[in-house]
């Protein structure tokens, strides 16, 4: 398969702003992945393994957090954990804290100083927290990349209409040539809203001037 920079200039012509194309292709594949249906996304979830007390650091680069889980006990059951907020994280360790206390059969999590922090306390012994999340996909490389890792092959074709509509309009300011950028774009984002459509999703569009 063409790499996406190839596939783009197909659509629109030649646009010769690579670092532009990287972003458009990389906000594309994040706005698309934030909206896909849940069985879609399962496919992107990526895990990360907490088991001290410090938690899962930098949380702030992890992405969406589809779910926390932690099991009660050696070779036990595995809990879900549920969300409690930062300004609760003293009553997560209050036994009593009807709502806020966390226990090995009712897990709790929060975010604190940029990390996700489980109560109880997992450990490395049979009670490990598990943090599943999406990470938001990059596109680092507009003439090698064909494909994205961690990302649905049948919603690629959505992130290269998306950039291929922000280099239309790119093109339209530019070049100020509404007779030949106008329907084409048009054009574009009629695909786009189809393609979305034909994955359970809604109707939204990029809108001229997003980033």
């Known amino acids: ?57 930098n949380i702030d680069t992890k992405g969406e957090i589809v779910a926390v889980t932690r099991t009660d006990s050696s070779g036990g059951t595995i809990q879900t954990c549920r ?5 609760a994280y003293g009553r997560a360790v209050d036994s009593s804290s009807l709502l806020y206390f966390g226990t090995v059969s009712d897990p709790v999590y929060y975010i604190y100083n940029n990390s996700l922090r489980v109560k109880p306390d997992p450990d490395s012994s049979g009670q490990e927290a598990v943090v599943h999340h999406l990470v938001a996909p990059s ?56 393609g979305l459509q034909s994955l359970g999703v809604g109707t939204k569009q990029p809108q001229q001037g997003e980033r």
């Not at 292709?25 to 907490?50: F, Y």
């Not at 969300?83 to 300004?87: A, K, M, S, V």
């Not at 239309?168 to 774009?185: K, N, T």
């Open 83 to 87: 969300p409690i907020p930062t300004w």
């Open 139 to 194: 596109v680092a490389n507009t003439d090698g990349d064909s494909g994205i890792t961690g990302f649905p092959d049948e919603a690629e074709h959505l992130v290269v209409l998306y950039a291929s509509i922000k280099a239309a309009e790119r093109l339209l300011a530019v070049e100020e040539d509404v007779e030949l950028y106008g329907p084409l774009i048009n054009t574009l984002k009629q695909s786009y809203t189809t």
């Open 1 to 57: 398969m063409a790499n996406f920079k190839t596939q783009i200039e197909d659509l629109v012509g030649s646009v010769s702003d690579d670092p532009a194309l990287t972003q458009w292709l990389t906000d594309g594949a994040r706005e698309i992945l934030r909206v896909l249906p849940p069985e879609l996304k399962q496919n992107c979830i990526t895990i990360s393994e907490v088991t001290s007390s410090s938690g899962l650091a």
